[in-house]
């Protein structure tokens, strides 16, 4: 049983696959806007809690486009594994959602500011992840 067969997902079709990446689309470019306003310290925040959402819809559009299932657990690891599944660049796709994940907890739920460059750095991963998926969605 491959790693992929552990995960608990839900079923999804090509509307809902359309759907996640135009919320990826959004999240992506209202994260942008965030960055571009540099007189608020909460702004770089912003924008990093809003590329977690985009990268987390992201690869739910793809994994519904080429899987037409996508991981429903807690456990983001789960997620990961399955978005290592999608062709192609599935891999690759993965470490960076890893990456993003790793921010989640700090950019949804915590005290500490994420920097500029941090949040610079996660909504470029986000926009790779987006473009990722919408070439898999258009395909």
């Known amino acids: 049983m491959s790693r992929s067969d552990k995960v608990r997902t839900g079923p999804c079709s090509r509307a809902d696959a359309v759907g996640r990446l135009k919320q990826a689309q959004a999240s992506v470019m209202v994260s942008e806007l965030c960055l571009a306003d540099d007189t608020s310290v909460a702004t770089p ?31 983001h690891e789960q997620a990961v594994d399955l978005v290592a599944t999608v062709a192609p660049d599935g891999a690759k796709m993965a470490k960076l959602l890893r990456e993003v994940l790793a921010a989640k907890d700090d950019s949804h739920y915590g005290f500490a500011l994420v920097s500029a460059k941090q949040a610079q750095a996660l909504v470029r991963k986000a926009g790779t992840l987006t473009a990722w998926a919408e070439r898999i969605v258009n395909a």
């Open 45 to 75: 925040g912003v924008a990093a809690a809003l590329a977690v959402l985009a990268a987390i819809a992201a690869c739910d559009a793809a994994c519904c486009a080429r899987l037409h299932r996508r991981a429903r657990g807690q456990n």
